[in-house]
């Protein structure tokens, strides 16, 4: 069997993770020979031009430095202040600096020039995310033939953002270098082969056209999942039942509302502090008997924007404090640190409400997570925004418009107020979903479909993409 060679900027490390994607992958890599690779976490001078080579918690791992500036423009600026706005569709608060492009494809090829000599002609490539739209093409014009496959975690954008990105038909191009493309969600599917299929170049300043050819290129939706069974061992497992306990002692009678995510702007977290606000405002009688825990590990907080969400969430906190607190009440904590699997499996557990309201998701593990971590005897409900691809396969939360905070707070009262059959059901049914949808189905299927000599299923698309090239 070929061995699988998994690509990601990030590289698995010890202690807690707070992104879902370095927690789905080690799993993958536990299972299959092959190796991950990516950047090492450090920055230096003068980078050697080879990996090396680490052994970490049992995973073959190369990695390479990267210079400080190539690092910047790389990720705190394409990929993050650039790719990330746009694909979350927040082009208030990209930063627009074409530059940036020069490092982002400067770095893929460092990535490209490490990793060729380490591939064997019949490796499966795994590539993942934002960070390495263009590996496949810089691998492929250093001479690499294997099979490649890229798997977007983040949403596909509509149209018009993806014009708003700088070399936008170059990424397209990129793309269309792999032999599998995987999305989360059948949306981003429709948004990819919408623009492909139907948005004409601009024919602006005397470009000329050039085709871009996705006819060898399968575009597919692989919905990633978690692992449900292992977060319903660690939620009773003797760490689990120790933060249980904990909280148990803190809470009293309060139900738990539950919220953990990256601190990111894409997450809603100040929409979803003013739900609860309103929540409050509107229902008196839950005052003292209930209590939000928002858990939101920093991230990326060299960038301006993720700073001021910070402090947008800093005064949110402070003011429905200021409303609601009294000397032996507080209505809220809000915590600003990573946990590790077994903790937060027990706080999901105790946690009435998963709430998931995400302004918009690639898929949102922590859905997945949250559901996995109840008590089937006694199960939570989820709150979960549309706009997140778990959306799709979970039809049985509490859908929420998470820009709607009145909805929001509806919804809250209503998960807070029901009836042990209904949260049964619903649960059972998101279970179901949660199994179906596990992270080893979902790895199982991308690499069926990127084995060498995999038939093209019905999903592939022939596209012509034409583009404007200067
Ligand atoms: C999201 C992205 C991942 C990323 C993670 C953490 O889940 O899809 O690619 O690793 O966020 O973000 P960071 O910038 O800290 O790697």
């Known amino acids: 069997m070929s061995r699988i060679v998994i690509v990601s900027n990030r590289t698995p490390g010890k202690g807690p993770v707070a992104g879902g994607l370095a927690v789905a992958l080690r799993k993958v890599l ?12 450090k920055l230096t001078e003068q980078p050697a031009r080879e990996a090396r080579f680490e052994d970490i918690d049992g995973l073959q791992v190369g990695q390479i430095d990267l210079t400080r500036d190539d690092h910047h423009a790389y990720y705190a600026g394409f990929s993050n202040s650039i ?24 770095v893929n090829h460092q990535f490209a020039r490490a990793l060729l000599p380490l591939l064997k ?13 263009p590996l496949a093409s810089e691998l492929r014009a250093l001479g690499a033939r294997n099979r490649i496959g890229f798997y977007l975690h983040i949403p596909f954008p509509t149209a018009d953002a993806l014009y708003a990105i700088p070399h936008h038909e170059e990424l397209m191009r990129d793309l269309s270098r792999y032999d599998l493309v995987g999305m989360q969600a059948r949306r981003d599917v429709a948004a990819f082969t919408e623009f492909a299929e139907h948005q004409m170049p601009s024919t602006f300043g005397g470009h000329r056209s050039e085709t871009i050819d996705f006819s060898r290129t399968e575009v597919d939706a ?3 999942g978690s692992d449900p069974d292992a977060f319903a061992r660690l939620s009773v497992s003797p760490a689990g039942t120790k933060m249980v306990h904990r909280m148990k002692r803190a809470l009293g009678d309060q139900r738990l509302i539950l919220g953990v995510d990256r601190l990111d702007y894409s997450k809603g977290l100040p929409q979803r502090v003013e739900a609860y606000e309103k929540l409050l405002a509107n229902n008196a009688r839950l005052r003292r008997s209930v209590h939000l825990l928002q858990v939101a590990p920093p991230s990326r907080d060299s960038i301006k924007e993720y700073q001021e969400t910070s402090d947008t969430l800093d005064a949110m906190c402070g003011r429905v404090m200021g409303h609601f607190a009294e000397p032996d009440w507080q209505p809220l904590t809000y ?3 990573a946990y590790g699997q077994p903790s937060l499996a027990g706080l999901y557990r105790l946690a009435k409400v998963g709430l998931v309201t ?22 939570g409900v989820l709150v979960l925004s549309r706009f997140a691809g778990a959306a799709e396969i979970f039809p049985e939360a509490l859908l929420v418009n998470p820009f709607d905070t009145d909805e929001t707070a509806e919804a809250l009262r209503i998960a807070l107020d029901m009836p042990i059959e209904e949260r049964q059901q619903r649960w059972q049914a998101l279970m179901n979903a949660a199994k179906h ?29 034409l583009a404007s090239v200067a």
């Open 30 to 41: 536990s299972e299959r020979e092959g190796f991950w690779f990516g950047w090492s976490g």
């Open 83 to 106: 790719l990330w706005p746009s694909f979350h569709l927040r082009l208030d608060l990209a930063t627009i600096e074409s530059h940036w492009y020069e490092g982002y494809r400067r």
């Open 121 to 133: 002609p019949d490796d499966v490539i795994w590539v993942h995310d934002y960070h390495l739209i």
């Open 222 to 224: 692989f919905p990633i």
């Open 335 to 337: 915590v600003k640190r």
């Open 358 to 379: 995400p302004l918009r998701d690639g898929m949102n593990l922590v859905a997945h997570e949250y559901v996995g971590s109840q008590n089937p005897a006694d199960p």
């Open 437 to 465: 949808h596990n992270v080893d189905n979902w790895a199982a299927s991308f690499l069926d479909r990127l084995a060498p000599g995999s038939m093209p299923q019905s999903g592939t698309r022939d596209i012509l993409y």
